[in-house]
Every structure is written in structure tokens, then in C-alpha cells.
């Protein structure tokens, strides 16, 4: 009887089976996660405030959906994950240019979260296996640690391609690398749970520096597709995926060998040995590497500058511009130096938030309401010049 028990559980996982496809459409998720958030909030310029009250009510639907399915549902869960994925990138964003909190805090924060999950879940549940999603509890655990794998994934990816000047095209592939480091240890016999665990924390980084890369501009280093055809290709994508899943079933664990797929317990002694060298190594190379790039990749500055006076004229200047394209009802004209004012600011951003990272934030996100209002889909006059002329302000303020 407990074996048939066992059986039905897993017969009613409510996660899919581990393959290609899962990684797949992992990946297309997380490249969704940054091109969409940015699509809904400076595209159509809703805002950072409001795409993530948006994207978090949707996000809050598809759970709701999940957690009352009785089984493993492609569709439902799969679009859980690109709301988690969106949803998670935004919490991140509005920690660093909503309330100002470095991605260094973020980084620690977000890892403590996640190991302080991963921890009450194995306590209570003595596994972290995904193969063993049958009940409610172990299902709230496991979507609370997919959420802070996303927030935590935006974060590093962040810190490393923007604010140590590393780009989107190298950080994706130093994340890749690891990932085909973490395939190969898996290989040798790491631990399968912890193997899945890192590689699903990798590939929020990736699938992000993937989608900037597509949808950044050629001049920001990008292939410059925009975030609507990138977001749409990969909607696309993975409704493509979904659609294919739930027909052919690839993703759904066998009944015939349903007692085989539960994970065997191996030996505890190994399985932390191995998980402490893991972490032991992610904190040597991540803060030799946070270190490495301070010092090479970020400009260097003097000790005794602390503000940035004298460094934004530069920006004024665009934006002066700008203002006279608006009056002159030249849209056009001010899109190309929205451009412009996007690439010098992200090409400056390890330099300025170095130097005062306080003053960086605010300005940042007066700049990210003038691109939101220039680049709306039907521009404002009086609203471009509005949020301009407040820029302009806060920036001519901090330059002086």
C-alpha cells in the first residue's frame, strides 16, 4: 500500500519532469523577464510603480491557478513562471532605483532568503528534490524559492553587466560557462538537487543578459530588435513550447517507472560536504571577481571626489537638446538623442554610482522617466517637457 501511495504522489507531481525542454523555456522565462518588464514600463510608460502592480497581480492569478490544480498543468505553470520571472526581476529593480538599495545589499539579501528557504524546506520536508512536489506545503517552498532565484539572478546580473561595466554579451557568457561547469560536476557525481538548484539560479542572469543583448540598442552593445520584438518573439516561443508539452506529454513523469524517479536520500555526509565546497567556490570567485572587475573594469577614482560635481555637463547638455526637439514638436530628433542619453548614461554608470551612489539613483530614475515619456507610443509634448525640465533640474543640482 505505502509504495502505491508513493506511486500516486509522484503521478500527481505538480511540476514538470526535468529534459531539454525544461531548460528551454526556462531560459526563453527569463529573457521574457527583462525585455517584457522593461516593455510595459518604458515603452508604453506605465512607469516602474505601476508594471510591477500589474505584473504582480498577474503574477498572483496564474499562483492561485497553480496552487488549486490538482496535477501538473503546462500551461498554468509555465505561465506562473514568466509572471514569477517578470515579477521577480521587477522586485529587484525597485529596490535599486525605487528606493536606492545597492545591488551589492540586494545580492546578500536575496541569497540569505533563499538559503534561510532552502533551509526551513528541508527541515520540514527532509527534501529538496522537485520530482517530490505533491503537497501543499512543498509547493509554497518551491514557488517562494523560484522567487528569490529570480530576484537574486537580477540582481548579480546587474551588478556584474552594469554597475562593473562587465556588458551583457560577457556576463552571459561567463554565466554560461558556469553552467556548462556545473553540467560537467553533475556528471562526476555532484549532488543532482544541488546541481539543478545553481543552474536554476544561473539561468536568470543568462536569459537577462540574453534579452538585453537582442533587444539593447547596437550603439548600448545589443542587437537592437527592441523589447516588443524580442519579448514577442520569445512569447512566442514559448507558447510554441507549451502547446507542444501538453500534446506530447514529454515533460510528465512515467507512471510504469514512477517509484524509480524518487531521488535517493545518498550519503547526507557527501551531499554537505558537497554543497559547502559548492558555496565555498561561488564566494571566492564571485567576490574575487567583484573585486577583479572594481579595479579593472570600473574607472578608478580620486579619494577626494565624492560628489559629481562637474561630471554630468555632458547630460545637460543632451537633455537641453531634448527640450528644444519637444518644443519644436521634433519627436523624432528627441528619440535619436534618447538614444544617445541612454548609452552615455549606462557607459558612465560605474564611474557616477561610484562615486556617489545616492545622487546616481535619483538621477537615474529621473532619466528613466524621460525615456518612458519620449519613447511612449503616442508622445506628450507637455509630458515629455515636464519630466525633462524636472531632470534637468536634478541633474544641473548635482553638477554644480
Not at 530628433?333 to 534618447?338: D, R, V, Y
Amino acid at each position: 500500500m505505502p509504495a502505491n501511495q508513493d506511486k500516486m504522489k509522484i503521478m500527481l507531481s505538480k511540476v514538470p519532469e526535468v529534459t531539454i525542454y525544461f531548460w528551454i523555456i526556462k531560459v526563453l522565462c527569463t529573457t521574457v523577464g527583462e525585455t517584457f518588464a522593461d516593455f510595459i514600463n518604458v515603452n508604453l510608460g506605465f512607469g516602474l510603480t505601476t508594471t510591477t502592480l500589474m505584473m504582480g497581480a498577474a503574477f498572483i492569478i496564474f499562483l492561485f491557478l497553480q496552487l488549486r490544480a490538482t496535477k501538473y498543468v503546462p500551461g498554468i505553470y509555465w505561465m506562473t513562471v514568466v509572471f514569477i520571472s517578470v515579477f521577480g526581476t521587477l522586485v529587484t529593480d525597485n529596490m535599486t532605483d525605487g528606493i536606492g538599495v545597492p545591488l551589492e545589499t540586494s545580492t546578500i539579501v536575496f541569497s540569505v532568503l533563499l538559503a534561510l528557504t532552502f533551509l526551513l524546506w528541508y527541515m520540514s520536508e527532509k527534501t529538496l528534490s522537485i520530482h517530490s512536489i505533491f503537497t501543499r506545503k512543498r509547493e509554497v517552498y518551491y514557488w517562494l524559492t523560484i522567487l528569490f532565484t529570480f530576484a537574486l539572478g537580477t540582481a548579480v546580473g546587474d551588478l556584474y553587466s552594469e554597475q562593473l561595466g562587465l556588458g551583457y554579451l560577457k556576463t552571459g557568457i561567463i554565466v554560461a560557462v558556469i553552467i556548462a561547469c556545473m553540467f560537467v560536476a553533475w556528471k562526476l557525481k555532484l549532488n543532482e538537487i544541488l546541481a539543478f538548484w545553481i543552474a536554476y539560479i544561473l539561468t536568470r542572469p543568462l536569459g537577462a543578459s540574453l534579452g538585453d543583448y537582442l533587444s539593447q540598442s547596437k550603439v548600448n552593445g545589443g542587437l537592437d530588435l527592441g523589447t516588443t520584438v524580442t519579448s514577442v518573439i520569445f512569447l512566442a516561443a514559448i507558447l510554441v513550447i507549451i502547446v507542444f508539452l501538453a500534446v506530447t506529454k514529454y515533460d510528465i513523469i512515467n507512471k510504469t517507472v514512477a517509484a524509480e524517479v524518487i531521488p535517493s536520500k545518498g550519503n547526507p555526509r557527501l551531499v554537505w560536504a558537497q554543497t559547502v565546497a559548492v558555496l565555498a567556490v561561488f564566494l571566492i570567485v564571485g567576490i574575487g571577481g567583484y573585486v577583479w572587475c572594481s579595479n579593472n573594469t570600473v574607472p578608478q577614482v580620486a579619494a577626494s571626489q565624492t560628489t559629481l560635481s562637474g561630471q554630468l555637463s555632458d547630460f545637460v547638455q543632451i537633455e537641453s537638446d531634448m527640450v528644444s526637439d519637444i518644443a519644436a514638436n521634433d519627436f523624432s530628433s528627441a528619440n535619436s538623442k534618447a538614444d544617445q542619453l541612454e548609452h552615455d548614461w549606462d557607459k558612465a554608470e560605474p564611474k557616477l554610482r561610484k562615486i556617489d551612489r545616492k545622487t546616481w539613483t535619483k538621477i537615474d530614475g529621473t532619466i528613466d522617466d524621460v525615456l518612458a515619456a519620449v519613447r511612449s507610443k503616442n508622445p506628450s509634448a507637455s509630458k515629455s517637457k515636464s519630466v525633462l525640465d524636472e531632470s534637468l533640474s536634478v541633474i544641473q543640482s548635482a553638477n554644480q
